[in-house]
């Protein structure tokens, strides 16, 4: 049998079982799911901001990442399978 880590790179998906875990409320499989989707989460809360000099820089508005992770733990608790 393959083990989590050759199976995630395979198919890029979170296991079934790592979902269902996670859905009844296990904090290791709940940072599974965080640290899947964490590439996502930082993508989505990176803005753009300007300095003094008018030159952009973008930086992840962690606030903003906070929020994104709690809303998905609080979803992946609900997910009933």
Request: hydrophobic content about 30%; charged content about 30%.
């Amino acid at each position: 049998m393959k083990n989590k880590a050759q199976y995630k790179e395979k198919n890029d998906l979170l296991p079934f079982y790592t979902i269902k875990a996670a859905s009844s409320g296990d904090i290791t499989a709940l940072s599974e799911v965080l640290e899947h989707y964490e590439g996502y989460i930082i993508k989505l809360s990176t803005t753009k901001m300007y300095d003094k000099y008018g030159r952009i820089h973008y930086c992840v508005d962690e606030t903003l990442r906070r929020r994104l992770e709690t809303k998905l733990i609080t979803k992946t608790l609900e997910f009933k399978i």
